[in-house]
C-alpha cells in the first residue's frame, strides 16, 4: 500500500471521543499522590536482545518514532498548542523536549513544575511519549540556561577560562557547587516525575544536558583546571584502560602507546602533549560531572539516561569544534568517568549520516538519534537504523517546522516503522535484519549487497518517478538516487526462503547464497500492510511488477511493504 499523505484518523479521534476521559485521566494522575503513584508499572528500562539492546516500555520493546522540537517551543504551553495534534498526525509516538533548569528553578531551592506538568497532560492527551533534555549547566556547550541566581554568582558558580584568563560562558566543570547545584535540580525534577507520572509513564528516558563540549578553547584555563591538569590521571581511569587494553578506541590506544603505555603519570606524561591529550583530560571532567547529575536523577527515578555529542567537521581539531564531548573516538573515557550514563547519542547534521550512526552502534552502545537535520531523507534514513543498526529510535531536530515532503514523507515511513514494530523487536540483536540507504547522494548504480536468510540481496536505488522499462539484463540497476530523492527501507528475514521487504525506490536481486540449487526464483510477491502486527495482504505482485520475476520492487515515491517467497532451480 501507499502512505503519501499524514494519516490524521488519530488527531480526529483524539479531538472526538477521546478527550473527555484522556483529560480526566491526565489530571487525575498529574494530582495523583507519591504513595499512589509508586505502585505502577514497571518503569521504561533497556535490556539486551542478541547484539541489540532495546527499550522497553510498557513491559513490550519500544521503537522510538521521534521528533525533537526547536529549543524553544516547549517554553510555551500555548505556543505548542497546534503543535502536539502535528506531531501525533504525523505518527510520532514520542517528543523529544527540552525542560529549562533557569524556568524550573527560578530562585534557589524554589521549583515551579507548572509548565513541566503541563507538557505531560499535552502529551498524553495526543497520545505521545517524552523524552525530556535537561537544559541545565551546558546546552551546545554554553551555559545559557542555567538560572539567574546562578548567573549571577560567578564566585560562587565559577565560568571557565581562556588562555588570557577571561571568562568564557560555559560553567566551570572543576566547581563542585556547580555540579551540585545541577544535580540538587535534576533530582528535583525527577523526583516529580516519579510524583505524577508513576502510572502514565509519559517520560520514557532523559537526556542529561545537551552537547557538551569545550569551544573555543581544547581545555579550561582557570587555575583548579591547570591543577588537575597537572597532577595525575586519576587511578579509577588507569585502571578502566589496562582492563580494556585490547578494546580501546584506536586514538585512545595511539595517545597511550605514545608514552609507550605509562601505568601512570600526569596527563601529558601518560597521553602525549596537545589538544588530543586536553580533550581527553576535559571528557574525564565532563564526564564526572554528568555522571553526578544523572546519578542524582536516578537516584529519584531510574529512567535510561543518555548524553547526546556535536560531531565534528571534518578537519577540526579539538578547541575547535565543541570537544570533549560524549564522541565515538572518547567513548572509553566516557565509559570509564560516566558509569551511570546508559549510552552515548549523536546529533547528526553532516551528509555522512550512515557514518557517524555506525560510529554509534557498538558493543554496549545503542543507536538512539535524538537530532538529525530536517529533511526528505529522514524518511529513509529511519528506516536504515531500524533495520541495520537495531537503533532504538529516530528524531528529526525541529520537528514542529516540518513542512511539504519532509513532513508527509516521514509521516509515510513513520506509518512503515509503527506496522513493523512488532517484526522488528522480534528480530533485533539476531542478524535477521538489514537496511538500506545509498552511502551517499551521489548518482550511483553499484548495487550494495547484504547477505541474510541464505542469500544474497543485491540492491539498488531507483530515482522516483523514472520509467520501470523491462530490462534485458536482470541484474542491470535502473537510474540511481540524486539530490534529495530518498530511497531505502529495510527487509527481515521471516522463516526459510521468506522475506518482508519494506521501503521506497528499491529493487532488489536474489542471489542464491547457502548450499542447494544454484538459481533463484520468486515464488511469491505479495504487498500488503499489517494490521495490529497481522499480515493484511494486498495486491498478487507478478509480470511487471517483478519484472517478469526477475526482482523485487518498491517503487520510488510511495511506501511499500511487500512479502517475497523465493525457491531455488537449476
Ligand atoms: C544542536 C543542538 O543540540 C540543538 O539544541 C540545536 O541547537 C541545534 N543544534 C540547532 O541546529
Redesign the pocket.
Known amino acids: 500500500m501507499t502512505h503519501a499523505f499524514p494519516n490524521r484518523s488519530f488527531t480526529r479521534r483524539v479531538k472526538r471521543g477521546g478527550f473527555t476521559l484522556a483529560a480526566a485521566c491526565a489530571l487525575l494522575f498529574v494530582c495523583a499522590p507519591p504513595s499512589h503513584a509508586r505502585r505502577q508499572s514497571a518503569l521504561p528500562h533497556l535490556r539486551k536482545q542478541g547484539t541489540a539492546t532495546q527499550l522497553v516500555v510498557d513491559g513490550k520493546p519500544f521503537l522510538v518514532r521521534g521528533g525533537?522540537l526547536?529549543?524553544s517551543s516547549a517554553s510555551s504551553l500555548e505556543y505548542m498548542r497546534p503543535v502536539w495534534p502535528k506531531l501525533a498526525a504525523m505518527k510520532l509516538n514520542t517528543v523529544v523536549i527540552?525542560v529549562y533548569w533557569e524556568l524550573i528553578e527560578p530562585a534557589e531551592g524554589k521549583f515551579d513544575f507548572q509548565l513541566v506538568d503541563g507538557l505531560l497532560r499535552e502529551a498524553r492527551l495526543h497520545g505521545l511519549k517524552l523524552v525530556p533534555?535537561w537544559f541545565a549547566t551546558w546546552?551546545?556547550s554554553m551555559s545559557t540556561y542555567v538560572p539567574a541566581w546562578v548567573k549571577n554568582d560567578q564566585k560562587r558558580f565559577p565560568r571557565s577560562q581562556g588562555k588570557e584568563g577571561r571568562g568564557i560562558e560555559i560553567l566551570s566543570t572543576f566547581s563542585r557547587e556547580n555540579m551540585e547545584a545541577d544535580a540538587r535540580a535534576f533530582a528535583a525534577f525527577m523526583r516529580h516525575l516519579r510524583e505524577v507520572d508513576g502510572r502514565e509513564r509519559t517520560v520514557i528516558m532523559v537526556q542529561v544536558e545537551?552537547?557538551i563540549g569545550m569551544i573555543p578553547d581544547s581545555r579550561d584555563r582557570s587555575a583548579a583546571a591547570e591543577k588537575l591538569f597537572n597532577g595525575p590521571v586519576p587511578a579509577e581511569l588507569m585502571s578502566y584502560l589496562t582492563q580494556h587494553k585490547e578494546t580501546l578506541t584506536t586514538e585512545l590506544r595511539a595517545a597511550w602507546a605514545s608514552s609507550g603505555w605509562k601505568p601512570r603519570g600526569t596527563w601529558e606524561e601518560v597521553f602525549g602533549r596537545g589538544p588530543a591529550t586536553d580533550e581527553i583530560f576535559m571528557a574525564w571532567h565532563f564526564a564526572r560531572y554528568a555522571n553526578r547529575v544523572t546519578e542524582a536523577g536516578k537516584a529519584e527515578l531510574d529512567l535510561p539516561m543518555f548524553v547526546?555529542a556535536?560531531l565534528i567537521r571534518p578537519g577540526y581539531q579539538p578547541g575547535q569544534y565543541p570537544s570533549a564531548g560524549p564522541l565515538p573516538h572518547l567513548i572509553d573515557v566516557w565509559r570509564a568517568a560516566a558509569p551511570r550514563i546508559d549510552f552515548i547519542a549523536p546529533?547528526i547534521?553532516f551528509p555522512n549520516f550512515i557514518e557517524w550512526a555506525r560510529r554509534y552502534k557498538r558493543p554496549g552502545n545503542p543507536l538512539f538519534i535524538?537530532?538529525v537535520?530536517l529533511g526528505p531523507l529522514n524518511s529513509v534514513q529511519a528506516l536504515y537504523v531500524f533495520g541495520q543498526l537495531d537503533a532504538i529510535g529516530f528524531s528529526p531536530?525541529?520537528i514542529e517546522s516540518a513542512t511539504g515532503p519532509a513532513a508527509d514523507l516521514l509521516t509515510a515511513s513513520y506509518d512503515l516503522v509503527e506496522q513493523l514494530t512488532p517484526l522488528i523487536v522480534e528480530h533485533q540483536g539476531k542478524g535477521e535484519m538489514v537496511g538500506f540507504l545509498p552511502e551517499t547522494n551521489e548518482p550511483q548504480r553499484v548495487p550494495q549487497r547484504f547477505r541474510l536468510g541464505g542469500y544474497a540481496l543485491n540492491v539498488t536505488y531507483e530515482r522516483p518517478g523514472s520509467a520501470q522499462p523491462a530490462q534485458a539484463n536482470p541484474g542491470a540497476a535502473p537510474p540511481a538516487q540524486t539530490g534529495d530523492a530518498p530511497t531505502g527501507g529495510l527487509a527481515v528475514t521471516v522463516g526459510p526462503d521468506e522475506f518482508v521487504v519494506a521501503g521506497t525506490g528499491l529493487v532488489i536481486v536474489f542471489e542464491a547464497d547457502s548450499p542447494g540449487d544454484p538459481l533463484v526464483g520468486i515464488l511469491s510477491a505479495q504487498e500488503g500492510k499489517y494490521v495490529n502486527g497481522r499480515w493484511t495482504p494486498g495486491r498478487w505482485l507478478n509480470g511487471d511488477q517483478t519484472h517478469q520475476g526477475r526482482h523485487i520492487r518498491l517503487p520510488a515515491g510511495r511506501f511499500d511493504i511487500q512479502r517475497v517467497k523465493l525457491y531455488r532451480y537449476r
Do not use: I, M, T, W
Open positions: 525533537e526547536g529549543n527540552p533534555l546546552k551546545n545537551n552537547e547526546n556535536a546529533d547534521y535524538p537530532e537535520q531536530f525541529s
